[in-house]
């Protein structure tokens, strides 16, 4: 201070003043940069000795070591964060549940009342304690009971068998299963022996045969055959009959085709007399009664069925050249010399 003093005696005190408050500051602020600076050398060289201990010198191996997770794990979340739903003891609680409940599993054939006919219908049968109703399907539901003398009041009741119901207990069902299981692996054909014994003398004869049930599947199986020859056998048969009857339609349009012919040329050679009858009173009448055939006491007209005897209108009649019948000239209406009647063409 004396030396600024002496080497400023012109300058006044206050300038003095400023000057050395300045130089001040600044001999405080590099001290800070200097204190600053030696305390980022010692941090660098500790983090480098702590590298160098890291690895170990002895048969060159390298130490790593791991670092913290950044995120909790599931299963230690539950210490952390107790207001979520993560708990480990979850599972206990559910098995030490599953011991102290009784389930009972109902099922049918048909579909199974709804939740709120299932509940009315548990109450008008007495059946309480029941914990949880869980549907698996539309004819399957399962009951959980807090005591087995509930769940054996439900099994035992008669109206849900009378409904068709089946209740039964699930531990049962899958016992059910794994014996069902486990004599389908072990299961082989059964053979039963039968023995004969006769009185003449010990033998034993040693029969075998085949279970009940693979019989009755033979039994169908060979019904079933028959059947099916049978009916195929039939259906043969009328498709044959529909060609015969085909076959003979047509047998027969020949043969008519034929005759026509036949007729046709025979009626041109034959110039045959028509016998025509035309009575009068008296004798002609009688000469007439004696042409008509033995069998009937008179002769009757094929188209209008009016008698003989009973026509008095003096009509002519006409006879059938082939079966003898008679007919007014008029109703048959015959176009040549002979005439034959429809039904013997």
Partial sequence: MEEIIDDGEDTSDSEVIVNSQQ?????????????????????????????????SAEDDFITVEKRKPKKFNRSDSSEFLPNKRVDRNK?????????????????????LPKQMALAKLLRMENIKGISRIKYKSFNKVLLQF????????????????DMGFRCQKSGEIALETRSSKETAKNKKPLKTKQRTETTQ???????????????????EKGNQQDEQLRYRFEFTKLILKMKVKTKNKKKTAKRNKQTKKNKDDSEEEDSEELDVIQFDEGSEHDELMDQVPPDSADA?????????????????????????????????????DTWICDFCK
């Fill in 201 to 219: 003398f010990e033998a034993e004869q040693v029969v075998e045969t085949e279970s009940g049930a693979s019989q009755k599947e033979e039994v």
């Fill in 146 to 161: 807090n005591k087995e003398e509930e769940a054996n009041n439900l099994l035992s009741c008669q109206k849900f068998k």
């Fill in 23 to 55: 130089e001040y500051e600044h001999i405080q602020i590099n001290s800070v940069n200097e204190e600053n600076s030696q305390e980022e050398g010692r941090s660098s060289v500790m983090k480098r000795k702590e590298r160098e201990d890291d690895y």
């Fill in 91 to 111: 599972n206990q609680n559910e098995q030490i549940e599953d011991i102290n409940t009784y389930e009972v599993c109902i099922t049918s054939m048909e579909s």
């Fill in 300 to 336: 009757e007209c094929m188209f209008c069925s009016r008698l003989f005897s009973m026509d008095k209108s003096g009509e002519s009649w006409i006879k059938c050249l082939m079966c003898g019948l008679w007919a007014h000239y008029d109703c048959a209406g015959p176009e040549f």
